[in-house]
């Protein structure tokens, strides 16, 4: 079985910054593209940031210029580096992935449980 636990979210004030962590554990032969998503309280989950195991990566506008995603692949670790929050990134946050499990070449796609960040005024 694969496991997705996210870390580093909390409370912080609007200006500031947080790093969230999302490590996958289990049997992984490959990691491929790893994503962020966001869902606020009645509001459809997002797409905040991805990034393809070679390093490329894409942000939906909102964030762009303020977070940053990257990667371990050694630590099988995606990263969220957010700066500059605003109060309307507060939502819980998740951790996707499309990993491999054998050497067959398909991935399956998995979820983190997510993590609440949330950014007062």
């Known amino acids: 079985q694969v496991q997705l636990v996210e870390s580093g979210g909390g409370l912080v004030q609007a200006g500031g910054s947080l790093r969230l962590s999302c490590a996958a554990s289990g049997r992984i032969f490959s990691i491929n593209r790893m994503n962020w998503y966001r869902q606020a309280p009645g509001k459809q989950r997002e797409l905040v940031a991805t990034?393809?195991?070679?390093?490329?990566?894409n942000y939906a506008d909102s964030v762009k210029d303020r977070f940053t995603i990257s990667r371990d692949n050694a630590k099988n670790t995606v990263y969220l580096q957010m700066n500059s929050l605003k109060p309307e990134d507060t939502a819980v946050y998740y951790c996707?992935?499309?990993?491999?499990?054998?050497?067959?070449?398909?991935?399956?796609?998995?979820w983190g449980q997510g993590t609440q960040v949330t950014v007062s005024s």
């Open positions: 996707n992935a499309d990993i491999e499990t054998t050497d067959w070449g398909n991935d399956d796609n998995y």
């Open positions: 990034i393809t195991r070679g390093g490329n990566t």
